[in-house]
């Protein structure tokens, strides 16, 4: 949180006989470039304070003069409220809005933007209070949203952060851009579910669900028996039993 109180490398950012003075000669042009004059050390001020977080110092002060202009351009003298007041709410306000929107790497709508900090900070607490990662229903209900949000959100998060194709991955030493078009053997597990896909809609539901923990989400045996409320066991055995069913009924 940037703290808007004065301190000892504060600019003087004073509403005096001049201020009040220039704001009663506007629209004209000259009083509004003399209070750009008069604040833009105090602009500058706010900028700095939001300083080290991956902007340039220089974009950050493009963007707080931007605010300033607002601020001039908004204020209203008649509602009692100092103008170096209104201008730092405004200043921060716009500089906030900047990280918000250019800290993604791809465009992504503010709302989404917001909820996927929600859920970030959510998702930790609830996670520690249900002793397991909660379920897409359960964030839903803490975060008081929709099940599909609660989905957009987390697919939003991928945006915030890009990695250049350039760049080495781990694999072998090559970067993305050298492996694209290599064969993926995922493809031979893709073309597996795709025949296997009608068996699995004739199951009964529990089943399905079973094999949804299990493959899809990566649950333990364990997590899945606490999931659906039974024993361990008894998840081994509709897995076994289930897999089996699948086999005979593809390999006819």
Do not use: C
């Amino acid at each position: 949180m940037i703290d808007q109180r004065p301190d000892a490398g504060e600019p003087d950012a004073g509403d005096d006989g001049e201020v009040r003075e220039l704001f009663e000669r506007l629209p004209d042009a000259g009083a509004r470039e003399r209070l750009v004059e008069r604040f833009q050390p105090f602009a500058e001020y706010l900028a700095r304070k939001f300083s080290g977080r991956g902007e340039s110092l220089d974009d950050l002060e493009q963007v707080a003069s931007i605010g300033l202009l607002n601020a001039i351009d908004r204020f209203d003298a008649d509602r009692g409220v100092r103008f170096s007041t209104y201008a730092a709410a405004t200043i921060v306000g716009e500089l906030k809005r900047h990280f918000r929107d250019k800290g993604w790497a791809m465009r992504v709508p503010r709302r989404l933007q917001e909820l996927a900090v929600r859920l970030n900070q959510t998702l930790p607490e609830l996670t520690q209070q249900l002793g397991r990662s909660p379920t897409i229903p359960e964030l839903s209900e803490e975060l008081d949203v929709d099940p599909g949000e609660v989905v957009d959100a987390m697919d939003a998060v991928q945006a915030y952060s890009t990695s250049s194709l350039e760049v080495p991955n781990g694999v072998e030493g090559l970067s993305p851009l050298e492996t694209i078009g290599a064969e993926d053997p995922s493809l031979e597990l893709i073309q597996g579910w795709a025949t296997v896909a009608p068996a699995v809609r004739d199951l009964p539901e529990r089943e399905r669900r079973v094999l949804y923990l299990r493959f899809i989400r990566g649950m333990t045996q364990s997590e899945i028996a606490a999931e659906i409320g039974v024993s361990q066991m008894h998840v081994s055995r509709i897995l076994s039993q289930t897999l089996e069913r699948l086999r005979a009924e593809v390999t006819g």
